[in-house]
Nanobody, 126 residues
Framework: QVQLVESGGGLVQAGGSLRLSCAASGRTFSTYAMGWFRQAPGKEREFVASINWSGASTRYADSVKGRFTISRDNAKNTGYLQMNSLKPEDTAVYYC???????????????????WGQGTQVTVSS
């Protein structure tokens, strides 16, 4: 069992930056892939980025590639999403997710994840 708690959301102007954190409980965090997803009002929850169990491989949605960076610190049981050059269309509730897998890639499919945080609001003003 893993419990996930996101933090770091807020209100920022377009072009600004935020860093989201995802704190995980449990001693086996290093065997879990992590993902970040977001959901805007009236839209489906969509993939943002994923990272495998070791941090060796990452994947990004095209819409955030080059602006967002996913990372993790297994010693701290924490994952991160650094968001730069934010745009109003990045406004959404951001969720971190985890699934226990030692695969090379973290999944991009939200249905592949077993554990979810409660979400943190990110609002980008124009």
């Amino acid at each position: 069992q893993v419990q996930l708690v996101e933090s770091g959301g807020g209100l920022v102007q377009a072009g600004g930056s935020l860093r989201l954190s995802c704190a995980a409980s449990g001693r086996t965090f290093s065997t879990y892939a992590m993902g970040w997803f977001r959901q805007a009002p009236g839209k489906e929850r969509e993939f943002v980025a994923s990272i495998n169990w070791s941090g060796a491989s990452t994947r990004y949605a095209d819409s955030v590639k080059g602006r967002f960076t996913i990372s993790r610190d297994n010693a701290k049981n924490t994952g991160y999403l650094q968001m730069n050059s934010l745009k109003p269309e990045d406004t959404a509730v951001y969720y971190c997710a985890a699934t226990q897998t030692l695969g090379f890639f973290g999944p991009v499919d939200k249905y592949a994840y077993d554990y979810w945080g409660q979400g943190t609001q990110v609002t980008v003003s124009s």
